[in-house]
């Protein structure tokens, strides 16, 4: 059960690279979670029913609001540790983009069992540097259960971007490091591409593919 609340949270550590520089006034860490939250959540009050039924929607509400602060690539970077070095750079742009849909489709399941009324967002704590912060949140489930989700942030040359979320203390990208780590060390790098291509050949195109 927890395995599966952490699949479906972890959606939420979507990453996005850019190039311009960081801006004057970028934005703190805490508005960056509190707007990509707060909009999803009012654009979900009352409508969960309608996205149960037009899923695909929901994965486009869900691009809208939230890729723009998530670093994807880095998230890949991540999530493969040592495999980067080796990949190609074909095979890393694969990974992202089939990691992505994966983890679109994995918390959009999950993403309707909130209660979209009842989220608290508390103030960021800076790391020393102050390059980096944390700030954590609580959705509560239709059951009345409060799950802790913390979000990890770097200053990156596009402001304030997650890298990383906890949900319970678990780390999405430990999690999933561990899981592919030792897949792509039996199987290959290539095989577990292959296989996140297949199980999201349902998927609405990647926004990556869009572009």
């Not at 790391?127 to 609580?138: F, H």
């Amino acid at each position: 059960m927890q395995h599966n609340k952490t699949r479906w949270l972890a959606g939420l550590a979507l990453l996005i690279v850019m190039v311009q520089p960081v801006p004057a006034e970028t934005a703190p860490p805490y508005d960056v979670i509190e707007a990509a939250a707060t909009n999803l959540q009012e654009s979900l009050i009352g409508k969960q029913d309608y996205y149960s039924d037009n899923i695909e929607e929901l994965y486009e509400l869900i691009d809208n609001e939230l890729l723009p602060v998530f670093d994807v690539r880095y998230a890949g970077y991540l999530v493969l540790g040592d495999h980067w070095k080796s990949a190609t750079e074909d095979q890393r742009k694969r990974f992202i983009e089939a990691f992505y849909t994966f983890l679109v489709r994995s918390y959009a399941k999950g993403l309707l069992g909130f209660n979209q009324e009842a989220l608290e967002i508390y103030p960021e704590v800076f790391s020393k540097d102050k390059k980096k912060a944390e700030v954590r949140t609580e959705l509560k489930l239709e059951n009345g259960n409060k799950v802790p989700v913390n979000y990890r942030l770097r200053l990156s040359k596009a402001g304030w971007r997650v890298y990383d979320v906890r949900i319970e203390g678990v780390s999405y990208v430990q999690n999933y490091r561990s899981q592919f780590n030792a897949e792509i060390s039996a199987m290959g790098i290539d095989t577990v591409i292959e296989r996140l291509e297949t199980e999201q050949e349902e998927a609405l195109p990647s926004p990556l593919e869009q572009g």
